[in-house]
Nanobody, 122 residues
Framework: QVQLVESGGGLVQPGGSLRLSCVASGSIVSINHMGWYRQAPGKERELVARITSGGSTNYADSVQGRFTISRDNAKNTVYLQMNNLKPEDTAVYSC????????????????WGQGTLVTVSA
């Protein structure tokens, strides 16, 4: 019913930059929060950054000052600009959002993307 499709992952050298994008599509009535999570091998999934419908943001301490989350409501898209990447940023990055749909409009459903791999290595 609702799909999230991420793009922009890849291999980058330490100190480099990447920009991730996530587009939400389907029978969407409204979108609440949008966010990025990541999961490194052998570790639990963690919140990277989150942005509310009003534009308020919060970041994991480990990425504060290096990553910037933004959203384009007209395009149902959330971005994650990642600068000064470090090897420890290597992980699968997944997009998450809360949406109301045509068939489920009384509450926000949590939807996840399939993830995109970011590898930071020399």
């Amino acid at each position: 019913q609702v799909q999230l499709v991420e793009s922009g992952g890849g291999l980058v050298q330490p100190g480099g930059s990447l920009r991730l994008s996530c587009v939400a599509s389907g029978s969407i009535v409204s979108i609440n929060h949008m966010g990025w999570y990541r999961q490194a091998p052998g570790k639990e999934r963690e919140l990277v950054a989150r942005i509310t419908s009003g534009g308020s943001t919060n970041y994991a301490d480990s990425v504060q000052g290096r990553f910037t989350i933004s959203r384009d409501n007209a395009k149902n898209t959330v971005y994650l600009q990642m600068n000064n990447l470090k090897p420890e940023d290597t992980a699968v990055y997944s997009c998450n959002t809360g949406v109301k749909t045509i068939t489920v409009s009384h509450t926000y459903l949590e939807v996840w993307g399939q993830g995109t791999l970011v590898t930071v290595s020399a």
